[in-house]
């Protein structure tokens, strides 16, 4: 049994490695998503392009918006004359928001608390401009509707006193609020998922297609004995793609890298595993690699946007939960921010790391049952 | 017709024995109620034109698809059932080439070893062996897919009976494969022959079907005629007559309407006219049809045993 697992273990590390196109794929997969998602995905967004509308003209005026420039969350990019013109320059897309300062500005200005604090906080208060907003994309709005409250105190040249908050936070784990510290770990299990999966979903079929099977069948190799035996090389190919993530994200993106390395080797491969029989079991379903592929997005769409990576698990809906405890990245998404994170060690994660295993062993005995040596 | 004159010595075991073997692929009938008889130690030949259900019969007989229909006993046993055990006692060799293009052939040959539980000194004695038996010893390094059409044959066959099946079945071995080095195949099949290894091979050259010890001529899933080459040619239901002469093309046409001819073929300077069997003096009765051009009887070839059992459908 163990001549034919090495035997079929070897085997496929050599094609692998003599396959130019997948092991270019297995390195750079890692680096491309990262490059992207470490630069380019943010989800509190700067230098959003917007307009201004200034009827007072005056000094004030003039002071609000420098003041607003230098929070650097938008760029004034240009000036109009009415509301009317900034509306046609918001629908064609050429800005994202613009802002109205009214004529009377610096009488509301003076009167505004938020400028001078001796003025009373009245009903009668009114804000000294207005936003209008493309709503249609959220994150901007949202970073727009972050400079609703903006103190004025920069304008007026002298510091206000601040009511004091009803709560004091204190931000364990990332003080100073970094997307890509929660998006490196994140990325170690989407990336593993899609190639993983990718790679062994094709296992089967490929041998179909390119009519090894056949050959294959009539021989006395055991379906166990061929599962195990395809998919131990790529347990390699997965652990060389976490370090790559990992490391590039410690030394390019600072990600702190807190936890054991053992933990970190430990749930990475049981993940790897259960990614893998997920992958064989699609390869005893599908009829051809184009399947394959497309049963792998199938697979791909959900571990990306229910398993935690995108969106908070907590804030999704009960049924949405359920469908994302039954995909394997959805444990190892909460293993390896815990372990990476804050320090968690295997053993306390001990509920999620029997859910991988269970996913493997059950995946292992479906494929190997799914899978007939006869040709139909 | 069912000639069933074997092998001249007696056979006392059957390795392949299947009744009313059938298999549909939906409405389509790819082998439809075969009955074959293989001895042991005998060469024995699928012939028929593409489609007509040789590669399926194999399938069928080596387990590899379910038979819709019937009953097979393969080395004594009965197939459903023991398909696992039979399988470290047959070899397959398919048609379309199925060993690893990107390997080479020394890891080809490894790798189907361990498959077969072979391990150490023994792998590599029976490699070596196998490597200068097929006279592949230089091209060990070569990766599979960048042979020739031949080197891949000898590659396939060496790794179809790297673990000395009893039986073995090939699927059209020589495809590819031009005439001398066809010869040479033949060769090594009449060693393994001769060494008790029973052979099952699928061809669609005559030259080839002539030198099994029996064959079973097929067409569209059904078995028309088997047996011996020469109990075939002997017992054919047709005679064939020898015509040449001017205009052959002109005449050619003729005679093919006529019912009681199975067919014409040009061959070189004359046609090659299958006579049915009814007619009494097929001779006179050609002499009488061919206006003053030369007639003569002519013995018959495997291939107007071919003919005339698939009805001259597939021959020009
Ligand atoms: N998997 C399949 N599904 C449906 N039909 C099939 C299948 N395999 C074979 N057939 C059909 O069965 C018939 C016999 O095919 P088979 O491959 O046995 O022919 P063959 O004698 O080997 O031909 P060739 O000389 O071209 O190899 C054909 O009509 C083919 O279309
Ligand atoms: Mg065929």
Redesign the interface.
């Known amino acids: 049994m163990w ?2 697992i ?3 273990f ?2 496929e590390l ?2 692998l490695s ?2 130019r196109m997948t092991f270019g794929l297995i390195i750079m997969i890692p680096l491309v998503q990262l490059m992207l998602f470490g630069y380019a995905i943010n989800t509190t967004a700067r230098h959003i392009p917007v307009g201004l509308i200034d009827l007072s003209q005056t000094s004030e005026s003039r002071a609000i918006a420098h003041a607003i420039t230098a929070t650097q969350s938008v760029n004034f990019t240009a000036r109009y004359r009415s509301i009317k013109e900034a509306e046609v320059a918001i629908t064609r897309g050429e800005i994202k928001a613009v802002l109205y300062l009214p004529a009377d500005l610096t009488r509301r200005l003076f009167s505004h608390p938020l400028y001078d604090h001796q003025q009373p906080n009245s009903p009668l208060t009114r804000p000294v401009g207005q936003w209008i907003v493309d709503g249609s994309d959220t994150v901007i709005a949202s970073s727009i509707r972050a400079l609703r409250n903006m103190p004025l105190d920069e304008v007026a040249n002298h510091a206000v006193i601040r009511t004091a908050p009803s709560f004091e936070v204190v931000q364990y784990f990332n003080p100073e609020q970094r997307t890509v510290v929660n998006i490196v770990p994140g990325l170690v299990a989407v990336i593993l998922t899609m190639t993983m999966i990718l790679f062994t979903s094709a296992a089967i079929v490929r041998e179909h297609e ?12 055991r379906s166990i004995e061929l599962m195990i035996g395809k998919i131990t090389p790529y347990v390699l190919i997965g652990l060389i793609q976490v370090s790559i993530i990992l490391s590039v994200g410690h030394w390019v993106f600072s990600v702190p890298i807190r936890g054991h390395l053992l933990s970190l080797l430990g749930g990475s491969i049981l993940f790897i595993f259960a990614s893998l029989t997920l992958g064989l079991v699609l390869s005893t379903i599908a009829k051809n690699q184009l399947q394959a592929m497309q049963m792998t997005i199938f697979i791909l769409l959900p571990s990306i946007l229910l398993s935690g990576f995108m969106f908070p698990y907590d804030a999704m809906p009960v049924a949405a939960q359920w469908i994302a405890e039954a995909l394997p990245v959805t444990h190892f998404m909460r293993m390896i921010r815990a372990i990476v994170l804050r320090d968690a060690s295997i053993l306390l994660l001990g509920e999620d790391a029997l859910w991988l295993g269970l996913f493997t062993v059950g995946g292992i005995i479906i494929a190997s049952l799914r899978f007939k ?4 | 017709m069912n000639a069933s004159a074997h092998q001249e010595l007696e056979p006392t075991e059957y390795v392949i024995e299947a009744k009313g073997l059938s298999k549909c692929f939906g409405d389509n009938i790819a082998v439809n109620k075969l009955d074959l008889k293989i001895p042991k130690g005998s060469i024995y030949g699928f012939l028929g034109p593409n489609g007509c259900g040789k590669s399926t019969s194999i399938r069928l007989l080596t387990g590899l698809l379910e038979a819709s229909e019937g009953e097979v006993n393969i080395l004594g046993q009965p197939l459903l059932g023991h398909e696992e055990s039979l399988k470290k006692r047959i070899g397959y060799m398919t048609q379309k080439f199925s060993l690893y293009d990107n390997l080479t052939v020394q890891e080809n040959l490894n790798f189907v070893g361990a498959i077969y539980g072979f391990a150490g000194r023994k792998k590599k004695n029976r490699i070596e062996e196998l490597l200068a038996l097929y006279d592949l010893e230089k091209q060990t390094k070569q990766f599979a897919g960048s042979m020739s059409g031949g080197q891949k044959q000898r590659l396939a066959l060496a790794c179809a009976t790297l673990h000395s099946p009893e039986l073995l079945f090939l699927d059209e071995p020589t495809s590819a494969v031009d005439p001398e080095n066809r010869r040479e195949f033949w060769e090594r099949l009449f060693d393994l022959c001769d060494a008790g290894t029973t052979i099952l091979v699928s061809t669609h050259y005559m030259d080839e079907a002539e030198r099994c010890h029996a064959l079973a001529i097929m067409e569209e899933g059904n078995k028309r005629a088997d047996g011996s080459p020469q109990a075939l040619m002997d017992a054919m239901p047709a005679t064939v007559v020898e015509v040449s002469g001017n205009q052959l093309r002109q005449f050619k046409q003729t005679l093919i309407q006529h019912p009681d001819i199975l067919s014409a073929a040009q061959i070189g300077s004359h046609l090659r006219v299958l006579v049915k069997q009814q007619v009494a003096d097929p001779l006179n009765f050609i002499s009488q049809l061919s206006q003053g051009r030369e007639a003569l009887l002519a013995r018959p070839s495997l291939e107007d045993v071919f003919v005339a059992c698939t009805g001259g459908r597939h021959v020009d």
């Open positions: 001549i034919r090495y035997a079929i070897t085997k050599k094609q003599r396959d390119h009519g090894n099977m056949e050959f294959l069948i009539t021989t006395p190799v040596k006869k040709l139909e």
